[in-house]
Nanobody
């Protein structure tokens, strides 16, 4: 069993940066860590993912060049660095781990955190 806890959300201004953290307890060896978000009235959407060995990262087109995932397997943590934030980035952000195929499909992830709210004010 894996338990995930996100933190780091908040209210920021357009153009600001924010780093979300995901702390895991339990065995996450070999998993891919994904980040998803859900805005009010919208479906949950893929944001980014990072492979276990940090060798591969994946992005939704809307965040390419602005968001960067990372993970520290020794500490069993992950992070999502978000730069140049926009109002459309406002959502609840979730981290998840699993062995997804494809990495962008939320149904392929086995464990989820409770989410953290990010609000970008214009």
């Amino acid at each position: 069993q894996v338990h995930l806890v996100e933190s780091g959300g908040g209210v920021v201004q357009v153009g600001d940066s924010l780093t979300l953290s995901c702390a895991a307890s339990g065995d996450t060896f070999g998993t891919t860590m994904g980040w998803f978000r859900q805005a009010p009235g919208k479906e949950r959407e893929f944001v980014s993912a990072i492979a276990w060995n940090n060798a591969h990262t994946f992005f939704h087109d809307s965040v390419k060049g602005r968001f960067t995932p990372s993970r520290d397997n020794a500490k069993n943590t992950g992070a999502l660095q978000m730069n140049s934030l926009r109002p459309e980035d406002t959502a609840v952000y979730y981290c998840a781990v699993g062995w997804p195929s494809p990495y962008s499909d939320s149904r392929e992830y086995d464990y989820w955190g409770q989410g953290t709210q990010v609000t970008v004010s214009s």
